[in-house]
């Protein structure tokens, strides 16, 4: 059906530059479609906490299975997405689907299930965010608290003053904001501290140096102890090995995510973990360190 679309992406580039501008611009127009064709499916990726081991809630993450070229990563077309304005369709698409699904498992018994969705910049700065997110709350029937959006730094950075209109309407509906991908922007923690939010996620790239660099290790150590300091919920992205799971529990990060406990799941995988209760493995007391 889309043989147009798609069926010959690579059949007419001469230099690189072509196969990139050739290839984006089949992609925008397959993206146009991804919606009503169903190809866009929401997958969930565990949250877990480091106190209880228990599944505490699940970021959304949006995959996109094209007819022709099979999965595409978020990295990929996100950006797509958003120099198109695609993304705020696909972004309340996204939001309706996750709140709806956490709505369902809340109904089926797992009731303190909280739901992060992703909101990129293009989202943030539409004037109607705040009454869309209002308005799919009430047609889900979610309770605000146990939705987060999380944003990056560099987005709330844009325009300072707006941002903090738009978080402080937030907080005051009782929707959780997290700033995402921390560490990776040019912002202090000092400096954030102008923005209404509840939860930190330190940024894979800290994570998955904290055993093989010491600069790394110390800068994340006092990244937990500030936000700690700052009455912050601490999440650690990214999470890989055990040695990482170690170094983040003894210094006493609230949750994790990452492939050491989980990939990010579709639905069906997501309630099996559920239903069998799967936790994280109990690590000795903390006071029991050397
Ligand atoms: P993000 O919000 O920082 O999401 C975390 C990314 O890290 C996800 O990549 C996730 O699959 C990946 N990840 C999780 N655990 C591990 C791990 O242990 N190791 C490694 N190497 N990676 C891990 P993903 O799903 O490819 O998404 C990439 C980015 O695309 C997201 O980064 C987010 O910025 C964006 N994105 C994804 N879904 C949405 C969406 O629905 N809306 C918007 N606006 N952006 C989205
Ligand atoms: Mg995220
Ligand atoms: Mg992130
Ligand atoms: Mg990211």
Redesign the pocket.
Known sequence: KSKENGGNLYTFYRSSFQIITSENLALQTSLGYALEREELE??Y?PKVSLRTGKIVGA????RWNHSQLGII???RF?PIAEETNL?VPI?EW?LKTACQQTKGWHNAGFSDLRIA????AR?FNQPDLYSRVYQLLIETGLDPKYLEL?LTESVLMQNTEVSIVRLTAFKALGVQIAI??FGTGYSSLSYLQQFPFETLKID?SFIGKVNSDPKTKLITKNIIQMAHDLKLNLVA????TQAELNFLYYNDCDEM????FD??LNVRDFEERLLAGKSLQILPAKSDLD
């Open positions: 929401v997958y990726q970021e959304a993450l949006l990563s978020p990295a996100i993304i972004g996204v969705v992703n909101i990129s989202q999380e995402d991908d894979k992205e990214g999470v890989e995510q990452g492939y050491l990939k990010p």
